[in-house]
């Protein structure tokens, strides 16, 4: 199973600052990254897949880079919805897997 | 708007069984791949189980793989997950998400929380 390693962990932010979460895999998965932002009460959204593809709907202040082994979640100029749970996915090979997760919590 | 609806969780003991559902709407039900994904208390997501679009193929995680059985219905627009044998290790909400051609999960219900517990 490839393992999908998130960091960090937890991560203190203010808005409009800029923040990076990282996500490396176990063995190249392409492109083939997914991230998802989790938040109490509301539906998994997805935000990104294929690595840097914004799915319709994610602003466009989150961005999505990387290939291989090694993945970035960029958001820029945070906004206050934007703190919550992330995750990362990826969607190269069975089993699916996901990272551990990031909270990104309000500084 | 697509919607899902997870149903049917709740509080089971240890070798019981249990079976969830997934009502779908907003989309043509049958166009899809869909799953189960997991989240135990204070954990990570983990992918539990997937199925193809008329359910002629099923695909699971080893630690569900004999003990669970995904299913759908695509005349009613409802997936199902048979969860027998149930653990305490298999304590998590359960969602139900759409599933991509390209294998990622774009839309998601809001979940059902099973614990098993004597």
């Known amino acids: 199973d490839v393992q999908m390693t998130q960091s960090p962990s937890n991560l203190a932010a203010s808005p409009g600052e800029s923040v990076s979460i990282n996500c490396k895999a176990s063995?190249?998965?392409?492109?083939?990254l997914a991230w998802y932002q989790q938040k109490p009460g509301k539906a998994n959204k997805l935000l990104i897949y294929?690595?840097?593809t914004l799915q319709s709907g994610t602003p466009s202040r989150f961005s999505g880079s990387g290939s291989g082994t090694d993945f970035t979640l960029t958001i820029r100029n945070l906004e206050p919805e934007d703190f919550g749970l992330y995750y990362c996915?990826?969607?190269?090979?069975?089993?699916?897997?996901f990272g551990a997760g990031t909270k990104l919590e309000l500084k | 708007e697509v919607q899902l609806v997870e149903s049917g969780g709740g509080l089971v003991q240890p070798g019981r069984s249990m079976k969830l559902s997934c009502a779908a709407s907003?989309?043509?039900?049958?166009?899809?791949?869909m799953a189960w994904v997991r989240q135990a208390p204070k954990k990570g997501l983990e992918w539990v189980a997937s199925?193809?679009?008329?359910?002629?193929?099923?695909y699971y995680g080893d630690s569900v793989k004999g003990r669970f059985t995904i299913s759908r219905d695509n005349a009613k627009s409802t997936l199902y997950l048979q969860m027998n044998s149930l653990r305490s290790e298999d304590t998590a909400t359960y969602y139900c998400?759409?599933?991509?051609?390209?294998?990622?999960?774009?839309?998601w219900g809001q979940g059902v929380m099973v614990t098993v517990s004597s």
């Open positions: 998400a759409r599933r991509q051609v390209q294998r990622y999960f774009d839309y």
């Open positions: 907003g989309f043509t039900f049958s166009d899809y791949y």
């Open positions: 199925i193809s679009y008329e359910g002629s193929s099923t």
């Open positions: 063995k190249s998965i392409s492109k083939y």
């Open positions: 294929s690595g840097s």
């Open positions: 996915q990826q969607h190269n090979e069975y089993p699916d897997t």
